[in-house]
């Protein structure tokens, strides 16, 4: 078996809470030959900061663009609230989603039957839910320029954020959607504000040219406050929705809530296929943060975490079966009624982040 390399950057807060988990995960597989990775480790965020004065070194930046997948947990927290803001924590994730140019980010929100009361939502508006949000990563008002602070004369400020899209951006990210919608059930909702944003009406007109190639995939256009205020009236309308970069991060948060809880979502961060090699740079992270109001504790939910570890099995070797069966093993553990804090229900006894990863490591060994 070829060796296949992954590159751990923990991060902050939970972030190392959780990535301990995958680590026993991996370091079983492994032990089993059901995979053969080597890993290496860095440091990112607040972490980084700490050590190094930015939030992430030139070094680990190419390591990550050498390893096969990046599993990063979270960063940021309150500690780094005054450090300059090129050197933020969040500053790591942003440098390495564009140095690794990794545009499109799935963050697939799935429903456990075991979760269904979890949820802030009814049982039935969620029980069976299953959607996939398509988010750009690499470009609009995330990365757009000019973005600044400046003073005016008359004393106030003016900040300007800028949000740029070219048709190749919004083109790309379609067509990735497009695909996964003819994996699942041929339907895509396209989010954008068009109605104020001119990036919006360059968004649908690229979006709909696209779906011409795409005759059997129904598309439906629809406003991104439309979208927040339908996933959760009706989630189950939904299919695959793409977007861009900022709907993305706020559809994909109010989307966790009706899987339960944020700790429960995972999310691959996918490079165009290599031309010669077909090999596609991948970052797989929970979509949740460090979490400071509960780092330390031990109580943070591993499973977003372990989720992503599935999809970088999925989408980076090729290994459905062993990523199958790690979600099938976090089912289990779900259905048996083990829960963390951030999913508890009916006052019943909760677990920790060790306790869970342990429970699910023991389903996958059954
Ligand atoms: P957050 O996702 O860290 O936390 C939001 C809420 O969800 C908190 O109450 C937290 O306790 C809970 N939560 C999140 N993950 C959980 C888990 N696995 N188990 C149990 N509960 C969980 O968002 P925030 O509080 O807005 O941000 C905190 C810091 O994280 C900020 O610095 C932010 O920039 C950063 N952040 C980083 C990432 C990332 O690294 N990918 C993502 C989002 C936010
Ligand atoms: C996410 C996070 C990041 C984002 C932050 C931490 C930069 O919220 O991955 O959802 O806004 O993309
Ligand atoms: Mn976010």
Redesign the pocket.
Known sequence: MATHSLFLLP?????TE?MVEVEKLIDWTNSEQLTDFSTDSGLA?GAAYDKHQVAITGEDTEKAKAADAVI???????K?DNVPYEHR??AA?LRLRKELAVFANLRPAICYPALADASSLKRELVEGLDILIVRELTGGVYFGEPKTITDLENGQKRAIDTQVYETYEIDRIARVAFDLARTRKNKVHSADKKNVMKSGVLWDEVVKGVGKDYADVELHHILADNAAMQLVRNPKQFDVMVTDNLFGDILSDVAAMLTG???MLPSASLGAPDPITGKRKAFY??????????AGKG???????IASVAMALRYSFNMIELATRIENAISAVLSDGLR???IAQDNRKTVGTEEMGAAILAKLKQ
């Open positions: 991060g902050d807060g939970i972030g959780i965020g990063f947990g979270a960063v940021g927290g309150p780094w924590p969040e994730l809880s944020l700790g992270e929970p979509v949740h943060g460090s979490a400071p109001d509960i109580i943070a939910n591993p499973i977003a975490m963390t804090g951030d």
